[in-house]
C-alpha cells in the first residue's frame, strides 16, 4: 500500500470569509481555493501546500452543533501541529479567542480553544 494522508476536512461555518481570515492569522496559511459550493453555498479551502480545512456556509442560514461529543458523526475538534505553541496562542488570544485547557504531556504541549461556529482546535507543539 502507498502511503496514506490525510488531505483535508471540511467544516460547516456561519461565514467562510471570517473564518478563512482568522484561519490564515492564527495559523499562517494562505487561501488555497474559494468559489460557488453545494447548495448555492460558498467554500474556501485554507491550507498549506498539501493540507487545508474546508469552510464552507450553505446559502441558507446555520445552526450550532450540539455537543459533538455525543453526537454519532460529531466532529469534536481539529488538531493543529505547530513549532511555537506559545506565539501560537498569543494569536489565538489576538484573533479574539480564549485559550482552555492546556496539557503538557509525552510526546508535547497542547491547548484547546474554540472558535466563534463553536468548532474545537487543539494546537500541538511537539518536542
Same mark, same amino acid.
Given at each position: 500500500?502507498?502511503?496514506?494522508r ?5 467544516v460547516t461555518?456561519?461565514?467562510p470569509?471570517e ?6 492569522d492564527v495559523f499562517d496559511?494562505?487561501?488555497?481555493w474559494q468559489g460557488?459550493?453545494?447548495d ?5 479551502h485554507?491550507?498549506e501546500?498539501d493540507?487545508y480545512?474546508?469552510v464552507y456556509?450553505p ?5 450550532v452543533?450540539?455537543n ?6 460529531g466532529?469534536n ?5 505547530? %513549532?511555537d505553541?506559545?506565539?501560537v ?7 479574539g479567542?480564549?485559550?482552555g485547557?492546556h496539557? %503538557?504531556?509525552e510526546p508535547g504541549?497542547?491547548?484547546y480553544f474554540r472558535? %466563534?461556529?463553536?468548532i ?6 511537539y518536542?
Open positions: 500500500m502507498s502511503a496514506v490525510l488531505e483535508h476536512v471540511n461555518v456561519k461565514n470569509d473564518t478563512a481570515a482568522w484561519l490564515c496559511w494562505h487561501i488555497r460557488e459550493a453545494i448555492k453555498g460558498r467554500s474556501i485554507v491550507g501546500t493540507s480545512v474546508a456556509a446559502s441558507t442560514g446555520t445552526e452543533a450540539k459533538s461529543y455525543r453526537t454519532r458523526g466532529l475538534h481539529i488538531a493543529v501541529v505547530v %513549532d505553541l506559545q506565539a496562542e498569543e494569536r489565538v488570544k489576538a484573533a479567542f480564549t485559550p485547557e496539557y %503538557d504531556y504541549r497542547r491547548f472558535d %466563534d461556529n463553536n474545537e482546535f487543539e494546537v500541538v507543539e518536542d
